[in-house]
């Protein structure tokens, strides 16, 4: 019955008026279908369909239609069955668990954007001083840096305007996961509830969308259908692999319901200032060695110089001491460290102009950790 009009892959709900044609109506994952026309007799048929298999249990002949109103032929179809389908889509996929969209892998960060006041400042920043080389084939306003041989980027967005309690908190404003099949990670979403950007396409080939975390970060999913740019390591760039980015967390229960849960990430290690306490809780990608950081007990007044402590990025590299004294040797003679952490790892803070920490960090701990071993696999350079 509906079979021709229901190609895409999604659970979808096909609607058919005696012979009427179709046309296409999306409401979040579930796509609507209503009669270009007004058709008399017939009734209706509501379908669930998903890829391009029926699923007969949820097929329902609407009766007592003998006519459409002017309401539907005017596209509002979506308002009058949003119930219907409602219905029928949980009712698939509780009956058909098999069906159920699956999480493709995770395998690292592939971007990570910072917010930044005044762009030419940044970028001398992160150009001359990190040594990092620009992305290629990048339009639009944003600019682009490299780490490899990694193959990732550190993405510079221009700050929103500031005004009063809208000011923004969080500059890091975004963090980016690579995985290989950037449709079916949007279609497993969508069937946990969540809202999610469409998918677009870039200049460069890749193909992403966007959510948000529980607590408002913005969580974007990245494929690149082109093989990693063929770029060494420049001379000049500190850092081989950006392997981790952290942020505030105010609810770690929350949080972990959406990256443990839902996402598959794993806990890599947590300690805190204190051994008895938990301020920095670390979870592993599913299928990689890049993490993210909470930031825990934060005070909720914390100011824009305590907050670019706390949401960061990290770049790892061989010797820290050696990219010390590189910094030094680029004019950078203020930042803190190197010193080893309580995580056991030796690291060095340094700082953008506008405050976001850029931590340098070696990849394997050169002390034993306190509070809690390490329970996964170190990042390497060339992961």
Known sequence: MCQNHCQSGAIEICLRVGAGLVQRREVRSLKFFGPKQNQRGGGAIACAWFGNRPLPSTCDKIRDMPQLPRIIRRRQLAVVLLPVCILLQASTLASNPEMQPQRP??????????????TNRSRRFYSDVLGLASCPRITGPDSCFLVQPTDQRIVLKRAPTQTGNDSVKNWVAEVAFATDDVTEMRRYLLSQGLAASRIGSAPDGARSFAVRDPEGNSIAFVQRSSPKIAAAQPSKQIGLHLIHAGFVVKDLKAENHFYVDLLG????????????????????????????????????????????VQNHFSLGVNNVHAAASQLHSK???????????????????????????????????????????????HPKPGD
């Open 105 to 118: 892998r995770i395998t690292g960060i592939e971007h990570v954007s910072i917010y930044v006041s005044d």
């Open 265 to 308: 990430f794993h806990l890599y290690w947590y300690g805190g200032f204190k051994d008895d306490t938990i301020d920095w809780y670390e979870l592993q990608v599913p299928n990689g060695s890049d993490w993210i950081e909470y930031m825990l007990n934060i005070p909720p007044g914390a100011d824009h110089a305590e907050l670019g």
């Open 331 to 377: 004019g950078l003679q203020k930042f803190d460290g190197p010193e080893v952490g309580r995580d056991g790892k030796d690291s060095l803070d340094a700082y953008d102009p506008d405050g976001t920490r850029v931590e340098i960090m070696e990849f394997t701990p050169v002390e034993k950790p306190c509070c809690h071993p390490y329970t996964a696999a």
